[in-house]
């Protein structure tokens, strides 16, 4: 057997196991690890497949950010495990069947069902070969319109989440850009004309004070001051 041929099932295999490890154990942490093996697994698989481009954005961006973040809210959150365990069980019939349906069409594909001329592997690509300017001429060029409606279908689901987080609560300070912009210097700062001949003398009086007195004199001289 080719060497990279048993690469890719060893870890097909391993991804398999902890795509199923994810559904299936009753730790969230756990989950969430699980979930983090089937990453690296089908990183590894596309780096196989010479899509260097997307095994690398898999591994910084799910794992490095979106796992770690998964990670800590679960951490944090006290999580009722019984509810869980529950729809699991209510619904383990039809995901088995969903899950079935997945893997007949997947093997069905592979050995070449769907296509006449059967399943192929790919040449090597070049040493030239730029797998990012290859997907980059892809998404906009042949799917524009499906990247742009997906774009779309993204920003109306982050504004959908801002607004149903953002409630006003009457004991919450908000800031008003607005009206901090209108603010100017006359209403934030005051100027006060003060005499120095006045602060010559509260000065020279303070030096007078013995030094047991010095704390006392301070403060007198700064209420004179005030006054004045």
């Known amino acids: 057997m080719d060497l990279k041929l048993l690469v890719f099932w060893v870890f097909s295999l391993v991804l398999v196991g902890a795509a199923v490890g994810v559904i299936t154990t009753r730790n969230p942490v756990q989950a969430a690890l699980f979930l983090v093996l089937a990453f690296f697994n089908s990183a590894i698989i596309w780096m ?8 690398i954005t898999l591994v910084l961006v799910y794992v490095g950010a979106v796992m770690v973040l998964f990670l800590f809210v679960v951490m944090m959150l006290d999580i009722n495990l019984l509810p869980m365990r529950e729809g699991f069980s209510r619904h383990l019939p039809i995901g088995a069947t ?3 349906s997945v893997v007949v069409l997947m093997v069905l594909l592979i050995r070449g069902q ?13 040493a030239d070969y730029s797998n990012t300017e290859q997907l ?4 906009y060029t042949d799917y524009l319109f499906q990247f742009e409606v997906a774009a779309v279908i993204l920003l109306v689901a982050i504004i959908a989440a801002i607004a149903l987080t953002m409630r006003r609560r009457p004991d919450t300070k908000y800031q008003r850009p607005a009206e901090q912009v209108l603010v100017k210097k006359e209403d934030r700062l005051r100027v006060v004309s ?4 006045d602060n010559q003398d509260i000065a020279a009086q303070v030096a007078k004070k013995p030094a ?6 301070n403060g007198q001289s700064a209420e004179q001051g005030g006054q004045s």
């Not at 003060?194 to 001949?197: A, C, I, L, Q, T």
């Not at 047991?212 to 004199?217: E, F, H, I, K, S």
């Open 98 to 100: 969903i899950a079935a």
């Open 136 to 139: 980059g001429l892809a998404i």
């Open 212 to 217: 047991g007195t010095g704390a006392v004199g």
């Open 114 to 126: 769907f296509a006449g001329s059967g399943f192929e592997q790919p040449l090597p690509k070049p």
């Open 48 to 55: 196989l497949m010479e899509a260097e481009f997307l095994a």
């Open 194 to 197: 003060v005499n120095s001949e």
